[in-house]
């Protein structure tokens, strides 16, 4: 149901993204930069923010996945260069070794990830669809950093209903993304406090949902907006009640909450 779901609702949010720029002369609408999530009002802000800060410092096989990605028909998916700077700061400042990744699209943030690890780290990364992680597969292994990670194609929750069966997985990851199907993220949730470290980090992306999560439920949204929104919603009111959890939510990207696991 999780692969149907979400493969439904990204070929509605390429139709809409299509329809909308046919109606704008086929012009992209909003900011100029392909995958653009940033809630910052200022474009021009933004713009600075990358050019100043990100772009300098990007590393040469992420730009060219970038702007491979930036051709893909669903490159809103994408996690923003700002985002996968932050994660990679992220990972080097907790000295994350052993990581998890739910959703990888083309591979943006999991080769941000790579190249943050230490040689001998591994990031188990989950994706029900192959064919996209493939698009980035050859500028990941320019980077040589291939060999860190485990990629398994179809749906995460059997594979972390296999883990959970495992005592020796138990508090093993040092870091866990989550960027996958919205409408599963408390299913996740349910499974992988368990499986990162006490100490260790959980980052959930999507958090603020292009900023619907403050909208009345009656105000115009496109419809994968609206679908997800409920989930987005309660995830958030979950997170923030969970006693084994600190929390951090982030306006980075579309929004990101880091959760430190506690107890």
């Not at 698009?135 to 059997?158: C, N, S, T, W, Y």
Request: charged share 25%.
């Amino acid at each position: 149901m999780a692969t149907t779901v979400a493969t439904a609702t990204r070929a509605t949010e390429n139709k809409t993204q299509t329809e909308e720029n046919s109606q704008n002369g086929g012009q992209q609408t909003g900011h100029q930069e392909i995958g653009h999530k940033s809630l910052l009002k200022s474009d021009a802000l933004y713009q600075y923010i990358l050019e100043t800060s990100v772009y300098p410092r990007e590393p040469e096989c992420l730009k060219e996945l970038r702007e491979i990605t930036a051709k893909h028909p669903w490159n809103l998916m994408t996690t923003s260069a700002d985002e996968g700077q932050f994660l990679g700061m992220l990972l080097k400042l907790i000295n994350a070794k052993n990581t998890m990744e739910i959703g990888v699209f083309t591979g943006y943030s999991l080769l941000a990830t790579a190249l943050a690890l230490p040689d001998d780290g591994k990031i188990l990364a989950m994706d029900i669809n192959r064919e996209n992680y493939e698009l980035g597969l050859p500028l990941i292994q320019k980077a040589g950093v291939a060999h860190k990670i485990d990629f398994r194609e179809g749906p995460a929750l059997p594979v972390l209903d296999e883990l959970m069966k495992d005592e020796s997985k138990h508090g093993s990851f040092d870091f866990i993304f989550v960027d996958a199907d919205k409408d599963n993220y408390l299913n996740y949730h349910q499974r992988i406090i368990d499986l990162v470290k006490v100490g260790g980090v959980i980052g959930y992306d999507n958090t603020l949902w292009n900023g619907a999560v403050v909208l009345p439920p009656d105000a115009p949204m496109r419809k994968y907006i609206r679908y997800y929104r409920d989930f987005v919603i309660e995830l958030n009111k979950e997170l923030a009640a969970d006693p084994r959890i600190e929390i951090c939510q982030l306006p980075v990207g579309d929004g990101i909450t880091l959760c430190r696991r506690v107890k």
